[in-house]
């Protein structure tokens, strides 16, 4: 999914993920126009000690807490609440369902919406972070 954030030191909304004590080699698969580069298969080396912190592109304010992909994630993830429905229903965050996204109605019953392995998917994660 494409993340929403806004730093709240100075308006920018890009992170940057950098890792220390560590040095990473990565396949290169494709590059595009601007150096874009797809990356293929990563491998480590270094100390097991190689720490990973995520911080805002611009001024390099640290995400608090962020030391993992996984951590990133439920940066964003946790603030999520369900979707009201007009019928009183709900659309449920996959946080609550290990990624899955359900319908909830109003009497409590619950329908399986999209998996994560379906194709769709990205574009209802979108819906959480309008
Ligand atoms: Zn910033």
């Not at 730093?7 to 560590?22: L, Y």
């Not at 990565?26 to 293929?40: A, K, P, T």
């Not at 805002?56 to 429905?85: H, M, Q």
Request: hydrophobic share 30%; proline share 4%; with cysteine.
């Amino acid at each position: 999914m494409r993340y929403d954030f806004t730093c709240a030191k100075c308006g920018g909304n890009q992170i940057e993920e950098v890792v220390t004590n560590v040095s990473v080699s990565s396949v290169v698969i494709e590059i595009y126009e601007g150096g874009e580069i797809d990356y293929g298969n990563t491998s480590s080396e270094g100390d097991d000690c190689g720490e990973i912190l995520y911080q805002c592109r611009d001024c390099g304010t640290k995400l608090e807490g962020v030391e993992s992909p996984d951590d990133l994630w439920d940066y964003f993830a946790s603030n999520w609440g369900p979707i009201e429905l007009s019928d009183g229903g709900c659309i449920e965050p996959p946080e609550l369902n290990n990624g899955t996204i359900l319908r909830r109605d109003v009497h409590g019953n619950t329908m399986e919406i999209r998996e994560v392995s379906d194709d769709n998917y990205p574009e209802w994660l979108d819906m959480f972070t309008a």
